[in-house]
């Protein structure tokens, strides 16, 4: 079973692998923002100069929520287009299958 601190590392592994369009971004994690359930959590994250400066042009736009199984170690990337609470209702559903 994994710990909170070992999925979080997961999902950071995951954010700093360098994006071909923005070599030098640097993202975090928004631990406020964690969602804890039963079989894991939902991170989220952000541009790194965004949360320290609160500047609107460093935000970042469909960066998609991670879960973390931690009971299995998956790594799902969820969707934009739809809530946040649509795509975990969905993989709960999925889980209970």
Do not use: C
Not at 20 to 43: C, K, M, N
Not at 54 to 62: F, P, Q, S, T, V
């Amino acid at each position: 079973m994994l710990s909170k601190q070992k999925a979080q590392l997961l999902v950071e592994a995951e954010i700093s692998k360098p994006d071909y369009f923005s070599p030098d971004l640097q993202v975090e994690i928004i631990d406020s923002a964690t969602i804890e359930r039963e079989w894991g959590w939902v991170f989220f994250y952000q541009s790194a100069e965004y949360l320290k400066s609160g500047k609107l042009d460093a935000i970042l736009a469909g960066n998609a929520p991670y879960i973390v199984n931690k009971h299995t170690g998956e790594l799902v990337l969820l969707g934009t287009a739809l809530s946040v609470e649509t795509y975990i209702e969905d993989y709960e559903s999925r889980l209970a299958e």
